[in-house]
Protein backbone atom coordinates (compact mmCIF):
# COMPACT_ATOMS: atom_id res chain seq x y z
CA UNK A 1 0.00 0.00 0.00
CA UNK A 2 2.90 2.27 0.24
CA UNK A 3 2.56 3.33 -3.11
CA UNK A 4 -0.80 4.66 -2.67
CA UNK A 5 0.27 7.16 -0.26
CA UNK A 6 -1.80 10.43 -0.65
CA UNK A 7 1.03 12.83 0.03
CA UNK A 8 4.49 13.36 -1.42
CA UNK A 9 6.61 12.46 2.04
CA UNK A 10 9.43 11.49 2.11
CA UNK A 11 11.49 9.49 4.65
CA UNK A 12 13.68 11.83 6.89
CA UNK A 13 17.51 12.53 7.25
CA UNK A 14 18.06 10.35 10.33
CA UNK A 15 16.11 7.01 8.36
CA UNK A 16 18.79 4.65 7.29
CA UNK A 17 20.19 5.57 3.91
CA UNK A 18 20.50 2.65 1.15
CA UNK A 19 24.30 2.70 0.27
CA UNK A 20 24.03 3.22 -3.54
CA UNK A 21 21.36 5.73 -3.60
CA UNK A 22 22.39 7.58 -0.58
CA UNK A 23 19.30 10.27 -1.46
CA UNK A 24 17.29 7.59 -0.56
CA UNK A 25 15.83 5.87 2.72
CA UNK A 26 16.59 1.93 2.53
CA UNK A 27 12.27 1.87 2.43
CA UNK A 28 12.19 3.96 -0.81
CA UNK A 29 15.37 2.21 -2.08
CA UNK A 30 13.29 -1.32 -1.97
CA UNK A 31 9.99 0.39 -3.56
CA UNK A 32 11.92 1.76 -6.28
CA UNK A 33 13.63 -1.67 -7.00
CA UNK A 34 10.79 -3.57 -6.25
CA UNK A 35 8.97 -1.26 -8.66
CA UNK A 36 11.62 -1.63 -11.47
CA UNK A 37 11.09 -5.29 -11.19
CA UNK A 38 7.52 -5.41 -11.52
CA UNK A 39 8.04 -3.06 -14.75
CA UNK A 40 10.12 -5.43 -16.63
CA UNK A 41 7.74 -8.48 -15.72
CA UNK A 42 5.00 -6.87 -16.90
CA UNK A 43 6.80 -6.18 -20.00
CA UNK A 44 7.54 -9.92 -20.16
CA UNK A 45 11.37 -9.59 -18.72
CA UNK A 46 12.52 -11.34 -15.76
CA UNK A 47 15.45 -9.22 -14.24
CA UNK A 48 17.93 -9.44 -11.59
CA UNK A 49 18.19 -6.66 -9.76
CA UNK A 50 21.30 -5.45 -8.56
CA UNK A 51 22.57 -2.27 -6.30
CA UNK A 52 22.41 0.58 -9.19
CA UNK A 53 21.51 -1.93 -12.40
CA UNK A 54 19.56 -4.67 -13.48
CA UNK A 55 20.12 -7.48 -15.95
CA UNK A 56 17.84 -9.27 -17.95
CA UNK A 57 17.48 -13.52 -19.08
CA UNK A 58 19.33 -11.87 -21.82
CA UNK A 59 21.91 -10.70 -20.22
CA UNK A 60 21.17 -6.92 -21.30
CA UNK A 61 21.88 -4.56 -18.70
CA UNK A 62 20.23 -1.43 -17.97
CA UNK A 63 21.60 0.92 -15.50
CA UNK A 64 19.20 2.65 -13.06
CA UNK A 65 20.76 5.51 -11.90
CA UNK A 66 19.27 8.05 -14.02
CA UNK A 67 15.86 7.10 -13.28
CA UNK A 68 16.79 6.73 -9.56
CA UNK A 69 17.95 10.33 -9.66
CA UNK A 70 14.70 11.61 -11.73
CA UNK A 71 12.01 9.69 -9.30
CA UNK A 72 13.83 11.59 -6.41
CA UNK A 73 13.95 15.00 -8.20
CA UNK A 74 10.47 14.62 -8.22
CA UNK A 75 8.57 17.02 -5.13
CA UNK A 76 5.29 14.88 -5.65
CA UNK A 77 7.48 11.37 -3.38
CA UNK A 78 6.89 8.10 -4.35
CA UNK A 79 2.86 7.89 -5.04
CA UNK A 80 4.41 9.20 -8.56
CA UNK A 81 7.15 6.57 -9.15
CA UNK A 82 5.19 4.02 -10.59
CA UNK A 83 4.07 5.73 -13.41
CA UNK A 84 7.59 6.92 -14.25
CA UNK A 85 9.48 4.13 -13.56
CA UNK A 86 7.06 2.67 -15.89
CA UNK A 87 7.27 5.19 -18.90
CA UNK A 88 11.13 4.94 -18.45
CA UNK A 89 11.47 0.99 -18.88
CA UNK A 90 8.78 1.08 -21.53
CA UNK A 91 11.27 3.70 -23.83
CA UNK A 92 13.57 1.82 -23.28
CA UNK A 93 12.62 -1.66 -23.69
CA UNK A 94 11.33 -0.74 -27.01
CA UNK A 95 14.09 1.15 -28.06
CA UNK A 96 16.26 -2.20 -27.70
CA UNK A 97 13.62 -4.57 -29.19
CA UNK A 98 12.14 -2.28 -31.92
CA UNK A 99 14.07 -2.40 -35.49
CA UNK A 100 17.48 -0.12 -35.22
CA UNK A 101 16.94 3.07 -36.32
CA UNK A 102 20.49 3.00 -38.53
CA UNK A 103 18.84 0.82 -40.63
CA UNK A 104 15.42 2.53 -40.60
CA UNK A 105 16.26 6.01 -41.49
CA UNK A 106 17.54 7.82 -44.58
CA UNK A 107 21.08 8.64 -44.11
CA UNK A 108 20.77 12.56 -44.37
CA UNK A 109 18.46 12.13 -41.73
CA UNK A 110 20.89 10.17 -39.47
CA UNK A 111 23.20 13.18 -39.95
CA UNK A 112 20.96 15.81 -39.05
CA UNK A 113 20.17 13.81 -35.93
CA UNK A 114 24.42 13.55 -34.74
CA UNK A 115 25.66 15.12 -31.80
CA UNK A 116 28.59 15.31 -29.88
CA UNK A 117 27.58 14.46 -26.58
CA UNK A 118 30.29 14.91 -23.26
CA UNK A 119 29.39 11.99 -20.93
CA UNK A 120 30.85 10.36 -17.89
CA UNK A 121 33.52 7.64 -18.47
CA UNK A 122 31.48 5.54 -15.92
CA UNK A 123 28.61 5.50 -18.41
CA UNK A 124 29.99 3.93 -21.18
CA UNK A 125 31.56 0.67 -22.32
CA UNK A 126 35.15 1.50 -23.40
CA UNK A 127 35.30 -2.00 -25.04
CA UNK A 128 32.31 -0.72 -26.93
CA UNK A 129 33.53 2.80 -27.66
CA UNK A 130 37.42 2.73 -28.91
CA UNK A 131 37.13 6.58 -30.45
CA UNK A 132 35.81 7.95 -27.64
CA UNK A 133 37.79 11.26 -27.67
CA UNK A 134 39.11 12.26 -24.20
CA UNK A 135 37.87 15.81 -23.36
CA UNK A 136 38.98 15.80 -19.67
CA UNK A 137 40.04 13.26 -16.84
CA UNK A 138 36.74 10.65 -16.68
CA UNK A 139 34.97 12.69 -19.59
CA UNK A 140 34.69 11.28 -22.91
CA UNK A 141 32.83 13.00 -26.12
CA UNK A 142 31.27 10.43 -28.17
CA UNK A 143 28.74 10.66 -31.16
CA UNK A 144 25.14 10.25 -30.04
CA UNK A 145 21.91 9.65 -32.44
CA UNK A 146 18.84 11.83 -31.02
CA UNK A 147 15.91 10.32 -31.95
CA UNK A 148 12.12 11.09 -30.43
CA UNK A 149 11.89 8.69 -27.71
CA UNK A 150 15.67 7.79 -26.94
CA UNK A 151 19.56 9.11 -27.17
CA UNK A 152 21.87 6.10 -29.03
CA UNK A 153 24.97 6.48 -28.17
CA UNK A 154 27.06 5.44 -31.23
CA UNK A 155 29.74 2.51 -30.80
CA UNK A 156 32.23 1.63 -32.64
CA UNK A 157 30.10 -0.74 -34.58
CA UNK A 158 27.80 1.90 -35.62
CA UNK A 159 30.20 4.22 -36.88
CA UNK A 160 31.24 1.59 -39.02
CA UNK A 161 28.05 1.38 -40.81
CA UNK A 162 27.58 5.34 -41.16
CA UNK A 163 31.32 6.46 -42.50
CA UNK A 164 34.81 8.63 -41.73
CA UNK A 165 34.15 9.76 -38.26
CA UNK A 166 35.55 12.95 -39.15
CA UNK A 167 33.20 14.16 -40.98
CA UNK A 168 30.64 12.63 -38.78
CA UNK A 169 32.04 14.65 -35.89
CA UNK A 170 32.12 18.05 -38.21
CA UNK A 171 28.50 17.08 -39.19
CA UNK A 172 27.62 16.71 -35.37
CA UNK A 173 29.18 19.77 -34.49
CA UNK A 174 27.32 21.76 -36.90
CA UNK A 175 24.22 20.61 -35.78
CA UNK A 176 25.47 21.33 -31.96
CA UNK A 177 26.05 24.33 -32.90
CA UNK A 178 22.27 25.12 -34.39
CA UNK A 179 20.57 24.50 -30.94
CA UNK A 180 18.70 26.98 -29.16
CA UNK A 181 18.91 27.48 -25.45
CA UNK A 182 18.37 29.94 -22.32
CA UNK A 183 20.69 31.90 -21.01
CA UNK A 184 21.09 33.58 -17.46
CA UNK A 185 24.25 34.92 -15.46
CA UNK A 186 24.71 34.34 -12.10
CA UNK A 187 26.15 37.16 -9.77
CA UNK A 188 25.92 38.45 -5.69
CA UNK A 189 26.48 42.01 -4.57
CA UNK A 190 30.47 41.23 -4.07
CA UNK A 191 30.76 40.97 -7.61
CA UNK A 192 31.14 37.75 -7.93
CA UNK A 193 29.18 36.57 -11.76
CA UNK A 194 29.32 33.57 -13.90
CA UNK A 195 27.03 32.55 -17.25
CA UNK A 196 25.29 29.60 -17.19
CA UNK A 197 23.88 27.74 -20.34
CA UNK A 198 19.91 25.90 -20.10
CA UNK A 199 18.22 23.65 -21.74
CA UNK A 200 15.82 20.78 -22.26
CA UNK A 201 18.39 18.66 -24.43
CA UNK A 202 20.78 16.29 -24.08
CA UNK A 203 23.82 18.19 -25.02
CA UNK A 204 23.38 21.41 -23.67
CA UNK A 205 26.44 20.70 -21.32
CA UNK A 206 28.38 19.37 -24.43
CA UNK A 207 28.17 23.12 -25.62
CA UNK A 208 31.59 23.34 -23.95
CA UNK A 209 32.96 21.79 -27.03
CA UNK A 210 31.89 24.98 -28.74
CA UNK A 211 32.82 27.52 -26.06
CA UNK A 212 34.61 29.75 -28.15
CA UNK A 213 30.95 30.40 -30.04
CA UNK A 214 28.75 29.96 -27.25
CA UNK A 215 30.60 33.03 -25.19
CA UNK A 216 30.56 35.16 -28.48
CA UNK A 217 26.80 34.97 -28.55
CA UNK A 218 26.44 35.30 -24.96
CA UNK A 219 28.67 38.45 -24.23
CA UNK A 220 29.49 39.41 -27.24
CA UNK A 221 33.04 39.16 -27.23
CA UNK A 222 35.80 36.18 -27.72
CA UNK A 223 37.49 34.36 -25.02
CA UNK A 224 40.86 36.04 -24.45
CA UNK A 225 44.03 34.23 -24.26
CA UNK A 226 43.93 33.02 -20.72
CA UNK A 227 40.68 31.30 -21.75
CA UNK A 228 37.59 30.38 -19.35
CA UNK A 229 36.63 28.60 -16.18
CA UNK A 230 33.99 26.27 -17.24
CA UNK A 231 31.63 23.42 -15.20
CA UNK A 232 29.13 20.89 -16.74
CA UNK A 233 27.14 19.28 -13.91
CA UNK A 234 25.02 17.57 -15.89
CA UNK A 235 23.42 17.30 -19.37
CA UNK A 236 21.09 19.94 -18.92
CA UNK A 237 23.68 22.76 -18.17
CA UNK A 238 26.93 24.69 -19.00
CA UNK A 239 28.57 27.44 -16.69
CA UNK A 240 31.68 29.05 -17.75
CA UNK A 241 33.60 32.74 -16.82
CA UNK A 242 36.04 34.31 -19.65
CA UNK A 243 38.85 34.68 -17.40
CA UNK A 244 40.25 38.57 -17.98
CA UNK A 245 40.69 39.90 -14.09
CA UNK A 246 40.83 39.36 -10.93
CA UNK A 247 37.16 38.21 -11.16
CA UNK A 248 38.17 34.82 -11.39
CA UNK A 249 38.99 34.33 -8.27
CA UNK A 250 35.32 34.46 -6.22
CA UNK A 251 33.65 33.23 -9.44
CA UNK A 252 36.13 29.66 -9.13
CA UNK A 253 34.69 29.33 -5.34
CA UNK A 254 31.31 29.63 -6.60
CA UNK A 255 31.26 27.76 -9.63
CA UNK A 256 32.75 24.87 -7.94
CA UNK A 257 30.14 24.60 -5.41
CA UNK A 258 27.66 25.12 -8.36
CA UNK A 259 29.39 22.14 -9.65
CA UNK A 260 29.40 20.51 -7.36
CA UNK A 261 25.46 21.11 -5.64
CA UNK A 262 23.99 20.47 -9.80
CA UNK A 263 25.97 16.93 -10.12
CA UNK A 264 24.57 15.23 -6.64
CA UNK A 265 21.32 13.79 -7.18
CA UNK A 266 20.57 14.94 -10.76
CA UNK A 267 19.79 12.45 -13.79
CA UNK A 268 22.59 12.98 -16.45
CA UNK A 269 25.49 14.04 -14.26
CA UNK A 270 28.54 14.51 -15.81
CA UNK A 271 31.16 16.34 -13.29
CA UNK A 272 31.12 17.78 -10.30
CA UNK A 273 33.98 19.50 -11.06
CA UNK A 274 35.45 23.44 -12.43
CA UNK A 275 37.85 23.44 -15.54
CA UNK A 276 39.78 25.57 -16.76
CA UNK A 277 39.26 26.02 -20.51
CA UNK A 278 42.35 26.86 -22.93
CA UNK A 279 42.01 26.76 -26.53
CA UNK A 280 39.98 23.34 -25.93
CA UNK A 281 41.87 21.86 -23.62
CA UNK A 282 40.31 21.00 -20.13
CA UNK A 283 42.45 21.58 -16.84
CA UNK A 284 40.60 20.39 -13.48
CA UNK A 285 40.68 22.49 -10.58
CA UNK A 286 38.33 21.25 -7.96
CA UNK A 287 38.34 17.98 -6.45
CA UNK A 288 36.55 15.88 -3.68
CA UNK A 289 38.90 16.03 -0.51
CA UNK A 290 38.35 12.59 0.65
CA UNK A 291 39.92 13.07 4.84
CA UNK A 292 37.64 16.29 5.53
CA UNK A 293 34.47 15.30 2.96
CA UNK A 294 34.43 18.61 0.89
CA UNK A 295 35.65 20.33 -2.03
CA UNK A 296 39.00 21.69 -2.33
CA UNK A 297 40.33 23.85 -5.31
CA UNK A 298 43.74 22.60 -6.75
CA UNK A 299 45.93 24.49 -9.15
CA UNK A 300 49.06 23.67 -11.04
CA UNK A 301 51.84 25.81 -11.69
CA UNK A 302 50.82 27.00 -15.02
CA UNK A 303 47.42 28.72 -13.44
CA UNK A 304 49.01 29.36 -9.75
CA UNK A 305 51.22 32.16 -12.33
CA UNK A 306 48.24 32.81 -14.44
CA UNK A 307 46.81 33.94 -10.87
CA UNK A 308 49.72 35.86 -9.91
CA UNK A 309 49.27 38.09 -13.06
CA UNK A 310 46.24 38.92 -12.90
CA UNK A 311 46.76 40.05 -9.51
CA UNK A 312 49.64 42.22 -10.21
CA UNK A 313 47.47 43.99 -13.09
CA UNK A 314 45.26 44.71 -10.87
CA UNK A 315 41.36 44.42 -11.44
CA UNK A 316 39.19 45.03 -14.60
CA UNK A 317 41.83 45.77 -16.85
CA UNK A 318 41.88 42.16 -18.62
Known amino acids: MGWLRRGPRRDGDDAPRDPEFAYFSQREAALFRGRVRETFAELGLEVSVYADHVIDDKGRRFGLGNLAAVCHQDRRGPRVWPGMINRHIGLVVRAMDG ?86 TVRDADGMCFE ?42 LAFHPIRDTSIIPALGAMASFAASGYEETPGAISPYVFWWRGGTLTQLSEHDEERGDLRIVVGDEFQELLERLIAQGPDRG
Not at 218 to 232: C, D, F, I, K, R
Open 99 to 184: PSALDTLPPEQIRSQLYPRVVSGDGIDAAAFGYARTVAPGLYEILALDLPESVMMLTDEALERLGDHAQLRDRALRNLRGLLEEHE
Open 196 to 237: IILGDSFYTASRVLDLEGVARRVTGLPLGEHGALVAMPFRHQ
